[in-house]
């Protein structure tokens, strides 16, 4: 039985380890905040008081932390990082959405010890992690790809070979990209809808049924028409991904006006308290 180990039990790394539970994996847990490891706990998951306790007998290590600076706490801490505990031949997959620079850097680190290193982050969000729906991303050697791939089945429905290092997490942030894009922009329009005093159910109706309406914008139209703001996608990381694009655009050299742009409205969202809303509250600056 293959011994895995999540680092970070947040909204979505608390599911996927729940899953991998439920499908009979070994599985030890850590959190920074050790009281969301409970439940787990409770489920049969071990808890370990550090990445590094975590990670000493594992076979493959996933990590589900908030941005590049807690994934560099979880793996490179020099006391109790990740990679002071782990055993030579582990594999380590991040799935953290972050920065292609940085995961690049920290699969150079796991090379130094021996051990193999895919970004592999996910998209969809708490309800596909539940229902171990996720679609993967995953930059790597096709040698670990072929190891991690039926782990990553467990918990995901599509589970995509990108290319090398870096390329799981570029795909992804691309990904966030064009979904924020369409939900900022949605947001706008449903807005000028609104004070045109149209019909709005009916008019979302039409647009939604017509082909330049993606699934995505779709299930988001109904939610900004309902006024589900419940947390899924929280703007705070939306925007923390809209940064990483602009971070990575300007390393390479590369235009992203239109995503410079939204990052701007979600600040704007962030600026009116609505951080810890889900994403279909942008709507809300335009009402
Ligand atoms: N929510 C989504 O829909 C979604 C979908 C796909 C991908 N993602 C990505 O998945 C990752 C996790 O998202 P989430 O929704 O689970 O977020 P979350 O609920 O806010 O959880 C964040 C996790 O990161 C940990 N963390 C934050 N800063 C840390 C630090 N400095 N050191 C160690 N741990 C730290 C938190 O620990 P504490 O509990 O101690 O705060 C928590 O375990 C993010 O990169 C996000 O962008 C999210």
């Not at 380890?17 to 847990?29: E, F």
């Not at 679609?135 to 072929?146: E, L, R, S």
């Not at 809209?242 to 239109?258: D, H, I, L, N």
Request: net charge negative; glycine share 8%; charged share 15%.
């Amino acid at each position: 039985m293959t011994h895995i180990t999540m680092l970070g039990t947040g909204a979505m790394g608390s599911r996927m380890a729940a899953v991998l539970l439920s499908a009979g994996h070994r599985l030890t847990v850590w959190n920074r905040t050790s009281e969301k490891t409970q439940a787990l706990e409770n489920a049969g998951a071990t808890v370990a008081e550090t990445p590094k306790q975590a990670t000493k007998n594992a076979d493959i290590v996933i990590s589900m932390v908030r941005d590049d600076a807690a994934s560099e706490a979880v793996w490179l801490d020099a006391e109790v990082g990740a990679l002071a505990g782990i055993k030579a031949g582990t594999i380590a997959i991040e799935s953290s959405t972050l920065t292609p620079t940085w995961v690049k850097t920290l699969a150079q680190q796991c090379r130094v010890q021996g051990v193999s290193f895919l970004d592999a982050p996910v998209a969809g969000t708490r309800p596909q992690a539940e229902a171990a729906k996720l679609i993967y991303f995953v930059g790597g050697d096709t040698t670990a790809f072929a190891v991690a791939k039926p782990i990553l089945e467990v918990l995901g429905g599509s589970i995509h070979h990108a290319g090398p290092n870096g390329s799981g997490a570029a795909l992804k942030l691309a990904v966030n990209a064009l979904f924020g894009v369409q939900l900022a922009t949605l947001a706008e329009l449903i807005g000028l809808l609104q004070h045109s005093n149209l019909d709005l159910e009916h008019a979302m109706d039409i647009i939604t049924s017509t082909p330049v309406c993606s699934p995505a914008a779709k299930q988001a139209a109904g939610a900004m028409v309902a006024e589900a703001f419940a947390p899924m996608f929280p703007i705070d990381l939306v925007e923390k991904d809209f940064g990483y694009v602009e971070t990575t655009a300007k390393q390479q050299g590369a235009a992203v006006p239109v995503s410079a742009h939204v990052r701007q409205v979600l600040q704007d969202a962030i600026a009116q308290g609505y951080e810890g809303d889900n994403i279909t509250a942008l709507i809300k600056l335009y009402r």
